[in-house]
């Protein structure tokens, strides 16, 4: 039986991004171009506890859960916005988040009032999530993919290592398995989630990848076994799905006006 502990795929994940944006950039002849760096850590910090939350709650959840709390960063970022940026204010999405963070509460606590604390790893991660997102928009106003990347999954990999460096061992064939393969999904999904934005509009894109929300809670059960949702949990993935669309077009349509 094979116990690997989340710090592990985490770990794992950015050593493996870290390699890969290493070799792009040896190959193309890319030079690291660093401006504002606190920016550049602003990203990492936010995305690398974005995604050890996001492990964890498939740790200790359901694969289906875990996703759908996580796509609650675009409630996040409209929640953020609404404080920080007086100029971008609108009731209107305010209004979508508030019915949307019904659907989170569905989901949090189905069948009665309580809330599990274990499904807080999952909505910890959208929250994580909306600020990654945020410090991104800012980086790429002063450096460029490649640049981003590499401290992204470098100083991700180092961190993870100096907080959990007991975790961490020289893996066995059959581990090695597993960190890798579940690496490789994580850094080939974020490689085809930028090129895929250069074929599809940013609402068409945020729509796309907000049915991630629909797809886990289809595929959770037959993919992994894990427990299918209940009316309650369905009701609030579509309201979270609904949600984030909304605010794609919302934010579409008011950036023409």
């Not at 800012?138 to 007991?166: M, N, V």
């Not at 020289?170 to 085809?192: I, N, T």
Request: glycine share 8%.
């Amino acid at each position: 039986m094979v116990e690997i502990e989340t710090p592990y795929f985490v770990f794992a994940r950015f050593l493996l991004g870290f390699i890969v944006v290493c070799l792009t950039m040896l190959v193309r002849g890319h030079r690291l171009k660093p401006k504002n760096y606190h920016y550049l850590i602003g990203r990492t910090v936010s995305n690398t506890m974005a995604v050890f939350c996001f492990y964890k709650a498939v740790e200790v959840g359901s694969l289906a859960e875990a996703n759908i709390l996580n796509m609650t960063y675009p409630l996040f970022v409209a929640l953020f916005s609404w404080f920080m940026l007086k100029e971008q204010r609108d009731s209107f999405a305010l209004a979508i988040v508030a019915v949307a963070f019904c659907g989170v509460w569905l989901i949090l606590s189905p069948g009665d009032m309580s809330v599990r604390l274990d499904s807080l790893w999952g909505l910890c991660s959208g929250f994580c999530a909306a600020w990654a997102l945020i410090y991104l928009n800012l980086s790429r106003k002063y450096h460029d993919s490649q640049t981003i990347l590499f401290f992204l999954f470098g100083l991700g990999a180092l961190s993870i290592f100096f907080f959990f460096k007991e975790a961490i061992f020289w893996p066995d064939k059959q581990e090695f398995y597993y960190l890798f393969w579940c690496s490789a999904a994580g850094v080939l999904g974020q490689y085809l989630l930028t090129y895929g934005f250069l074929f599809v509009t940013a609402v068409e894109g945020s729509i796309i990848s907000s049915t991630r929300i629909l797809l886990a809670a289809v595929l959770g059960p037959y993919l992994v076994g894990d427990p299918a949702l209940m009316l309650s949990g369905w009701i609030g993935a579509l309201l979270i799905f609904g949600a984030d669309a909304m605010l794609a077009l919302r934010k579409a349509e008011n950036s023409r006006h």
